[in-house]
């Protein structure tokens, strides 16, 4: 991580915090993260507003530790002078009741009371000032989702709208002239500006990046998917009693990925200088889409996982993706990456390679088309697939036999099981 950017401050200043607690949200290159109280104390100082860019190593504000005595507490004037109190009754109080002060204990709320909270619905109920004891949640075990939090906002806006007397219509601001070299937008257009998160101002220049430093070329190839689909029809039912996930197509990719890679080890390599670096490890990065940009957590040593803990890893995965709570850890690294254009109905498409890895797999939509076997047209499931490779370290030959290889296992899975 090079720099973030201060999303939001939990607390403000003056606010005791305790020892592990968060205090300030940052929005990393890749996953929005929050910052804790090393000690308990006092915020005293923010030093970094929200919005700011900072780096590693910024100081972003001051907790002063030790108990919260140390904040000052204002107290009301008596009405009438007191006498003068003796030596005993001026020490400082003990330091609970200052807490008490600063703080008032707040009964914690039952078993029952507890609602969890995806992590991005309680950033938004915050910003609508939404009180979560009255939104419904739609997602697991209960669970607040953004989507619950918006629902329940709009709900809310319609009636108090109806209530309210129309205002009298406010007079228009004068027309912002256009900065120099700006064409002014038409009238009866209106234009929305909306600044670029971190996230995908990183994809824009990691993308651009991957086009400008390597000799990028995408091949094709399609394969029979019959198999692995008859196999999932006559198995799946039993995979998911035997291991309590549902056994997908990524698994099938994933280990074949592995195979082909083994054939072709400089695929799985990082061009470093005058050295190419040859992975002997296979940690396989799963693209996932997200409504704040493309994610790639990574399935570590995917050669040694079986395909229950491929799809349970690739399910938690996505599941962290929807609440926003994905480590640095789990999008660190990689050394090949499997991208699914398919899940939205691609046909084909040309996937950009992600630096500092040579290849990545393109997966598409399952289409039946005819196709000739022995000489006869028959309908089959068939996808086409593309490998993205950068022909600074690939040559031509091995793509083509890499995705030839990738066919060979996916046509077969019970060689894929064996050789996989």
């Known amino acids: ?18 020892a592990g607690e968060p205090v300030v949200e940052l929005d990393t290159e890749k996953v929005s993260t929050q910052v804790a109280a090393e000690e308990a104390g006092v915020l005293s100082r923010i030093l970094r507003q929200e919005g700011d860019t900072v780096h590693p190593g910024d100081v972003l504000g001051v907790v002063e530790a030790g108990a919260p005595a140390a904040r000052a507490v204002p107290t009301p004037r008596p009405p009438e002078a007191a006498p003068a109190p003796s030596p005993k009754e001026t020490a400082a109080p003990p330091a609970a009741a200052v807490w008490e002060a600063v703080a008032p204990r707040v009964e914690a709320p039952s078993e029952a009371e507890k609602v969890p909270v995806s992590p991005v619905a309680q950033r938004l109920a915050a910003e609508l000032k939404v009180d979560l004891s009255e939104v419904r949640g739609t997602g697991p ?36 002239p256009p900065a120099p070299g700006v064409a002014a937008p038409l009238e009866g257009r209106p234009e929305v500006r909306q600044r670029l998160s971190r996230r995908r101002l990183t994809i824009a220049r990691r993308l651009v990046e991957a086009q400008r430093t390597a000799a990028m070329l995408t091949t094709f190839n399609e394969v029979d998917m019959s198999a692995v689909v008859e196999l999932r029809r006559r198995r799946r039912e039993a995979f998911r009693e035997a291991t309590g996930v549902d056994l997908g197509f990524m698994s099938f990719f994933v280990k074949a990925v592995v195979g082909a890679l083994k054939s072709f080890p ?16 296979y940690d396989i990065g799963i693209a996932l889409a ?15 996982l079986t395909f229950a803990q491929i799809e349970a890893t690739i399910n938690a995965f996505v599941q962290k993706a929807r609440d926003r709570t994905l480590a640095l850890e789990d999008l660190r690294g990689g050394t090949f990456t499997i991208t699914n254009g398919g899940v939205f109905g691609s046909l084909m498409s040309t996937p950009i390679l992600n630096p500092p890895q040579v290849g990545i797999l393109g997966m598409h939509k399952i289409s039946q088309r005819p196709v000739a076997v022995n000489g006869e047209v028959v309908v089959r499931p068939m996808m086409y697939v593309a490998l993205s490779y950068d022909h600074r370290v690939v040559d031509g030959r091995e793509a083509v036999l890499f995705l030839v290889r990738l066919k060979e296992l996916i046509e077969d899975p019970e060689r894929l099981l064996l050789e996989g």
């Open 1 to 18: 991580m090079l720099e973030a950017t201060v999303g939001r401050w939990l607390k403000s200043e003056g606010d005791p915090v305790a």
């Open 141 to 176: 075990g209960g669970r607040i989702m953004k989507e619950d939090v918006e629902a329940f906002a709009r709900q809310a806006v319609r009636p108090a709208a109806s209530a309210t007397a129309p205002a009298p219509p406010a007079a228009p601001p004068p027309p912002v």
């Open 266 to 281: 400089q695929v799985n390599s990082e061009l470093q200088g005058d050295e190419l670096v040859l992975k002997q490890y």
């Open 290 to 304: 997200d409504p704040e940009g493309l994610v790639v957590p990574v399935v570590r040593n995917a050669d040694k």
